[in-house]
């Protein structure tokens, strides 16, 4: 069964400074991976996705994320923060053939002035 | 840029009266989901529906709660005797034909449930 672990319930930046959320995954055959942004009173926007291509994916708004299977990870990076990337973050797995996907319990990202 | 459109944006409900929650996916997907958000929590699994029927469903989804595409465009949530715990945001989601799980899905901005 696959399941997402994602480190920090809560992460806060100063505008500028470098953004890391980290998401961990289980899965028992090779995943597919998604970051998901959930801002104030709306639905989830696919940020950027994993599907076995290129192991460093980019995505919209200057995120990107690297799959390392070694590590099971997938965590979300941004070099410098801006004060409209605030909003929650989800991690999300899904299997090959599989009919759903797997969230993360997400994290708040805070930026500072 | 095509949505996922849900319908209404905010219900409140009496305890044990049937609720149904309405979704329009995009057109040309063929695989659409409920998933739910209890405030504060994290994104559920619920159901995922294709070929007009379930296809898998989680331990949340009981006896209480159904699914349907009854006219190819709309695609409903019905739970039929709400409890206070089912009080959250739903989100309907879609995704188009592609291999497997690999292609994201486009969310509905959701419904939020009050169940009073």
């Known amino acids: 069964a696959q399941s997402v672990t994602q480190l920090g319930s809560h992460v806060s930046v100063s505008e500028g400074a470098l953004v890391l959320l980290r998401c961990n995954y289980s899965s028992s055959v090779p995943p597919y991976l998604f970051w998901y942004v959930q801002y104030p009173n709306q639905g989830l926007q696919l940020l950027l996705k994993y599907t076995s291509a290129a192991t460093l994916v980019k995505g919209i708004n200057g995120f990107e994320a690297e799959f390392k299977k070694s590590e099971t990870s997938f965590h979300l990076t941004k070099p410098s923060a801006h004060m409209s990337d605030a909003a929650e973050y989800f991690c999300a797995v899904s299997e090959s053939g599989g009919f759903k996907t797997i969230f993360g319990a997400g994290t708040r990202l805070f930026v500072k002035a | 840029e095509p949505e996922v459109t849900q319908t209404p944006s905010h219900q409140v409900t009496q305890m044990g009266q049937e609720v149904i929650l309405r979704c329009v996916p995009i057109?040309?997907?063929?695989?659409f989901y409920w998933y739910r958000q209890i405030l504060g929590q994290k994104v559920e699994f619920l159901v995922s529906f294709y070929n007009n029927e379930i296809s898998e469903k989680s331990e949340i989804f009981d006896d209480q709660f159904s699914v349907e595409r009854p006219d190819g465009s709309n695609f409903t949530l019905k739970i039929r005797s709400t409890k206070l715990e089912d009080s959250a945001m739903y989100f309907c989601?879609?995704?188009?034909?592609?291999?497997?799980?690999?292609?994201?899905?486009?969310f509905g901005s959701g419904t939020r449930l009050t169940v009073v």
């Open positions: 989601a879609s995704r188009a034909p592609g291999t497997g799980g690999a292609y994201g899905y486009t």
């Open positions: 057109s040309n997907h063929l695989y």
